[in-house]
Nanobody, 120 residues
Framework: QVQLRESGGGSVQPGGSLRLSCVASASSYCMAWFRQAPGKERTGVAYLTDRGTANYRDFVKGRFTISYDNAKNTLNLQMNNLKPEDTAMYYC?????????????????WGQGTQVTVSS
């Protein structure tokens, strides 16, 4: 089973940037970033297929960019123009079958999460 480890979280002011990374023990055809704010459900942020197809939730479009470094087996999430509402624990996830989407139930492999806090 693929193992995932996130890093790159931290605290920034509104308008700032962070880059999250997720090192995978092996590649997967579909990888995604999810986030969970305190008291809220975990929700998808963006996914990327091994063919390079990316999909973003509306609330991050134009601000976040998902990418994959094949040489390092690392999924990245570049987050720009961060807002306080982006504050959450961010999780990397992978799946091995079916259609790539941001449906929570379809992902069986998860990282431990990395905290992102946006505050002035």
């Amino acid at each position: 089973q693929v193992q995932l480890r996130e890093s790159g979280g931290g605290s920034v002011q509104p308008g700032g940037s962070l880059r999250l990374s997720c090192v995978a023990s092996a590649s997967s055809y579909c990888m995604a970033w999810f986030r969970q704010a305190p008291g809220k459900e975990r929700t998808g942020v963006a996914y990327l297929t091994d063919r390079g197809t990316a999909n973003y939730r509306d609330f991050v479009k134009g601000r976040f960019t998902i990418s994959y470094d094949n040489a390092k087996n690392t999924l990245n999430l570049q987050m720009n123009n961060l807002k306080p509402e982006d504050t959450a624990m961010y999780y990397c996830a992978a799946r091995s079958g079916g259609l790539c989407s941001l449906a929570l139930r379809d992902f069986s492999t998860w990282g431990q999460g990395t905290q992102v806090t946006v505050s002035s």
